[in-house]
């Protein structure tokens, strides 16, 4: 069974920073494509990052690109996703994701989602 399992939001200022984790369990985490995709309150799902099998290949939404950086550990099965310079329009709950392919997405499309965690930008 896939699990995904997301940490590390909270409530922040304007400008500051946070690090999100995912830890996935029940596939070889280390051969597949991950993504992170959020939805705001009221807004559908939107794409934030997808990162390559292997680590060596990201894409950013242009939103959050030069803010934020995917990033994952295989031998911990653990996907993360740096968040600095926030701004009050990142508030969301946040989705570690994969479709257990290749494909590169860049879309929020991934087969199967985490139960999120929310990230909350607030003065």
């Known amino acids: 069974e896939v699990q995904l399992v997301e940490s590390g939001g909270d409530s922040v200022q304007p400008g500051g920073s946070l690090e999100l984790s995912c830890v996935a369990s029940?596939?070889?985490?280390?051969?597949?494509?991950m993504g992170w995709v959020r939805q705001a309150p009221g807004k559908g799902l939107e794409w934030v990052s997808t990162?390559?099998?292997?680590?060596?290949?990201?894409k950013y939404a242009d939103s959050v690109k030069g803010r934020f950086t995917i990033s994952r550990d295989d031998a911990k099965s653990t996907l993360y996703l740096r968040l600095t310079n926030l701004k009050p329009e990142d508030t969301a709950m946040y989705f570690c994701?994969?479709?257990?392919?290749?494909?590169?997405?860049?879309?929020?499309?991934?087969?199967?989602r985490g139960q999120g965690t929310q990230v909350t930008v607030s003065s």
């Open positions: 029940g596939f070889t985490f280390s051969i597949y494509v």
């Open positions: 990162i390559a099998a292997g680590g060596e290949v990201a």
């Open positions: 994701a994969t479709s257990l392919s290749a494909y590169f997405i860049t879309s929020p499309d991934f087969y199967y």
